[in-house]
């Protein structure tokens, strides 16, 4: 039974280390996603105006290349008089197109920008159409593996699963780690199952009548992937279990070289130990500089550049190359972990400020006129940027303290 534990624990880690670095950007990305058509709204503030005194914003997605117009309604009346008419064109994933203002009767072009699809087409193909789902469809996979090794090669007691010790810190990653993994565990396996049916059901070529009826079971495991009921009650829900998964596997990484930290006596495993530390902070704290940057490039980009939703993918791609390149050049120290979380959480914390230097659509008008999906954007950015501050000042005190 022990050595059965050992290689347990020993499939837990590998597997958790290979594809932890894709299952967290892609968890980060899904948990977004639970929120696309808000943050797709936050980053055409050119519309904003015009819905404050005609109702919230209202369309629906089109398929690509197809231009469409539509009356902006609110409470299900959808009589064009007193509210905008939206003509949307969604090419090559990019919403952009024009509006006529009601009050003025004005032409406002809106801004061209990817928005929240593009969180959606990262999570699950990385922009790279089916070799990209088929990796990530194997990482879910072995995530299955990690989960069920995880649970069976432990020996757990309540104090795992409901305490956090906020010191010494070593523990208290193990603590987050078991907290965020065991708590919400259904979770876990509710979304990689349901979206590995998903997969099956697009990318496999075998015909499987339960998953191709309409009637079936494949619409209720897309609700289930998507959250697609209960409101927003249940999409709250949905993201904070989201952010915990990706807490869980963000921790798991920092265990893996917590643990081997000081076991690296041959010059070989001292250097893949250094590859796996740059790695992490590239992963994990770049990711989130990353995705902060990107909605800092929708405020600052220029409106008239061309291309410039491509350019918005650019910017996180580049950020992301940048952290990279950072991490390596700290070699994967605490220093790099310091800098770029405190980078992401100064990016993301002066979000708010940045949109209402940028636009008319700050929280001191969002807020009073209840335009939730605008402002949440906003105070999700703070609350979390507030978070990774008050996270990385814990990590400083704790390695100054050892």
Same mark, same amino acid.
């Given at each position: 039974m022990n050595r059965l534990t050992q290689w347990?624990? @020993?499939l837990h880690s590998w597997f958790g280390l290979l594809f932890g670095w894709l299952l967290f950007a892609v968890f980060?990305? &899904?948990t977004l996603t639970v929120f696309d058509t808000e943050i797709t709204a936050w980053m055409q503030p050119d519309l904003h105006e015009i819905t404050w005194d005609t109702g919230q914003m209202g369309g629906s997605i089109h398929e690509e290349g197809?231009?469409? /117009? =539509?009356?902006?309604s609110n409470g299900g009346d959808t009589s064009i008089d007193g509210f905008p008419l939206l003509v949307k064109l969604q090419e090559k994933r990019t919403f952009s197109g024009q509006t006529i203002d009601p009050a003025t009767g004005q032409l406002v072009i809106?801004?061209? %920008? =990817? &928005?929240g699809d593009f969180f959606y087409h990262f999570h699950y193909g990385l922009l790279a159409g089916w070799p990209g789902a088929w990796l990530i469809g194997s990482a879910a996979i072995v995530m299955l593996i990690a989960l069920a090794t995880g649970m069976c090669g432990h020996r757990w007691t309540f104090k795992d699963v409901v305490m956090i010790r906020l010191r010494p810190f070593p523990r208290a990653w193990l603590d987050a780690h078991n907290l965020t993994g065991i708590l919400i565990i259904p979770f876990h396996l509710m979304i990689v199952v349901t979206g590995l049916t998903l997969f099956w059901s697009i990318y496999?070529?075998?015909?499987?009548?339960l998953l191709r009826d309409s009637a079936g079971i494949l619409p209720l495991l897309s609700d289930l992937h998507f959250a697609q009921f209960g409101g927003n009650t249940m999409r709250w829900l949905y993201f904070i279990m989201g952010l915990a998964a990706t807490v869980m596997i963000a921790t798991g990484l920092i265990l893996w070289t917590i643990k081997r930290q000081r076991t690296q006596s041959s010059y070989s495993s001292q250097s893949g130990y250094r590859i796996v530390e740059v790695l992490n902070v590239a992963t994990v704290a770049g990711a989130l500089v990353a995705v902060a940057a990107f909605f800092w490039a929708n405020r600052l980009l220029p409106l008239a550049l061309p291309e410039r939703s491509l350019w918005e993918i650019r910017c996180f791609f580049i950020v992301w190359s940048l952290c990279l390149l950072h991490s390596l050049l700290r070699r994967g120290s605490i220093k790099a972990w310091?800098? =770029?979380?405190? &980078?992401? /959480?100064? $990016?993301?914390g002066f979000l708010p400020l940045l949109n209402g230097? %940028? %636009?008319n659509s700050h929280l001191l008008a969002t807020v009073p006129k209840a335009q939730w999906a605008i402002a949440g954007v906003d105070l999700t950015g703070l609350t979390v940027g507030a978070l $990774?501050? @008050?996270?990385?000042r814990r990590v400083g005190r704790s390695t100054r303290a050892g």
């Open positions: 347990m624990n @020993w980060l990305t &899904g197809l231009l469409s /117009a =539509q009356p902006v809106f801004r061209d %920008t =990817q &928005g496999m070529p075998v015909d499987v009548p310091r800098e =770029q979380l405190y &980078g992401s /959480a100064c $990016l993301l230097l %940028t %636009t $990774l501050g @008050w996270t990385v």
